[in-house]
């Protein structure tokens, strides 16, 4: 390390450590940071900030482990939320690596861990539980106007998770995890034989609710997802029933919108220990990537047929984002990361960070 630098902003402190890394990415003109939350040896939590050019991090420091995060379009901002059932979300300004907005969810409500803008940048979606009933919601925020609170919109259900927008820019597409939590409980499970998980899409100016597609299971929790250019989604289940059972783990729906499940073998299966965490579509070939930490695995699809590409071993792997040539970046919650790509025989090693990555990289 050759140089700290500590500014006080908001909650916590921002410290900017000019780091050299060991590694280097091809330059990508249309980000400049991979944000992640994280947490240090200690237990610290922080937002991450990394450098693609591999030579400078910062580290935000926040008083909850924080989950996923999106990007503002034509914007220097990312936005991190905390992990349920957390009641913050975090703006950071990618420029100035400073902490600018702290949003609390609001007495009665906690937030999921994920959101979505629109493509104008002025509306942000995000996924919210009201305590009173369990009432799944996306929450609507005007970022134009200091991130006011603008509306709820219901969707007839418990736990709504990862959600993104699909290519028409008017309909939302969101896991619904079927789970219901309680702060008082921590992140306890209390309703595991009532769950009613599905895949949900949903009109973003009305709330009306255009489908929805239900797991092959009811505790097949849909969480986490990516969307294709061309409309297709993928998400990713987390199995919450007896252990011994085995059951398709990633689910699909196509440009036509028809819903089906993919069928990997009964071992590959298996090593996936029932949870999927991180989904990312690549933005240059037909493939993509999830992640399996509790399998210690990733596993690359073609994303037009569905068929297993590459199943490789990486350790607590975590989360996954398109590296803009065709492979993948993958972080670990052991401290690495990696990039995935079709043409590698196991992931190749680019830094190795005396941190804990979150289950999301953005």
């Known amino acids: 390390m050759h140089r700290r630098q500590v500014l006080k902003v908001g909650l916590g402190s921002v410290a900017m450590a000019l780091i050299p890394l060991s590694w280097a990415l091809p330059a990508r003109e249309e980000a ?12 610290g939590h922080f937002i991450a900030g990394v450098a693609l ?20 379009p034509d914007s220097r901002q990312a936005v991190l939320f905390a992990r349920r059932p957390g009641t913050r979300m975090y703006v ?6 400073q902490l600018v907005h702290t949003l609390a969810a609001g007495e009665g409500y906690h937030f999921y861990g994920h959101g979505v803008f629109d493509l104008s940048g002025r509306y942000l979606y995000v996924t919210a539980n009201r305590l009173e009933d369990s009432a799944g919601l996306v929450q609507v925020y005007d970022a134009e106007n200091a991130y006011t609170h603008m509306r709820d919109m219901p969707l007839d259900g418990i736990g709504p998770h990862e959600l993104r927008l699909m290519p028409d820019g008017d309909t939302l597409v969101i896991g619904l995890g079927g789970i219901q939590t309680h702060p008082d409980y ?3 499970k209390l309703n595991l034989d009532t769950m009613a998980p599905a895949l949900l899409l949903m009109n973003r100016h009305d709330g009306k609710m255009l489908a929805r597609h239900e797991p092959s299971h009811h505790q097949l929790s849909c969480r986490h997802l990516d969307v294709a250019a061309d409309g297709t989604v993928i998400a990713g289940y987390q199995f919450e029933g007896p252990e011994w059972e085995s059951h398709p783990l990633i689910c699909r729906l196509d440009t036509d919108r028809r819903f089906s499940e993919l069928t990997l073998d009964d071992e ?13 579509f690549s933005r240059v070939s037909g493939n993509v990537l999830v992640t399996a930490p509790r399998g210690n695995r990733v596993l690359l699809l073609d994303a037009v047929h569905g068929n297993l590409v590459a199943n490789l071993a990486l350790p607590d792997a975590a989360g996954a984002r398109c590296d803009g040539t065709g492979g993948f970046l993958v972080s670990s919650g ?29």
């Open 32 to 43: 400049a940071w991979l944000f992640s939350a994280v947490d240090d040896p200690s237990g």
């Open 53 to 72: 050019d591999g030579q400078t991090r910062f580290m935000i420091e926040v008083p909850e482990r924080c989950h996923g995060g999106c990007l503002r």
């Open 92 to 97: 950071i300004d990618g420029d100035s690596r």
């Open 186 to 188: 921590g992140r306890v």
């Open 268 to 280: 590959l299966t298996a090593s996936l220990n029932h949870y999927i965490a991180s989904v990312a």
């Open 334 to 362: 052991q401290g690495g990361l990696y990039r995935v790509a079709p043409d590698l025989a196991i992931p190749e090693l680019l830094a190795s960070l005396e941190l804990r990555w979150d289950n999301h990289l953005t």
